[in-house]
């Protein structure tokens, strides 16, 4: 039987998003959001349970994301799961788990600043 490896996610952006470029001119983009769970126990008194996704976009869709998402805003992603390693300056290895972007949706309107006339072209983030 196949494996299957897909995130669904809608949050909102813990900070606006970082934008590098790889020594071969790739565009890379990585951003944070946050999703929450939100319950009453059998006791009546209410729960909130947030947990921090790590997401990697690349390419076009990174140059979208960088100049259209901010901090607060709403964007569902559709990605990957991956784990990945690599050594801390103090020669320790460390973890860290991202999600591979792989479509991108935003679902607050304008972008960085406002307010903004102009909106993400469907074509760059498909979805």
């Known amino acids: 039987m196949p494996s299957l490896n897909r995130v669904l996610l809608i949050g ?3 900070k606006d998003p970082d934008l590098r470029h790889t020594q071969g001119g790739r565009a ?4 944070s959001i946050a999703t929450s ?3 009453t ?3 009546g008194e209410r729960h909130e349970n947030t947990q921090w996704h790590n997401i990697v976009a690349w390419g076009k869709m990174a140059e979208s994301c960088h100049k259209y998402l901010a901090k607060g805003r709403m964007v569902f992603v559709e990605g990957t799961l991956q784990t990945r390693s690599y ?3 103090g020669g320790s ?3 860290v788990t991202e999600i591979l972007a792989r479509a991108v949706k935003f679902l607050t309107p304008g972008g960085k600043k406002e307010p903004r006339e102009e ?3 469907e074509d760059d983030v498909p979805f």
Do not use: I
Request: with cysteine; proline share 9%.
């Open 41 to 43: 126990d059998n006791g």
């Open 93 to 95: 290895k460390r973890y």
């Open 37 to 39: 769970e939100v319950w």
């Open 87 to 89: 050594e801390d300056k």
């Open 119 to 121: 909106t993400p072209p």
């Open 28 to 31: 890379v983009c990585n951003f």
């Open 12 to 14: 909102h952006l813990g």
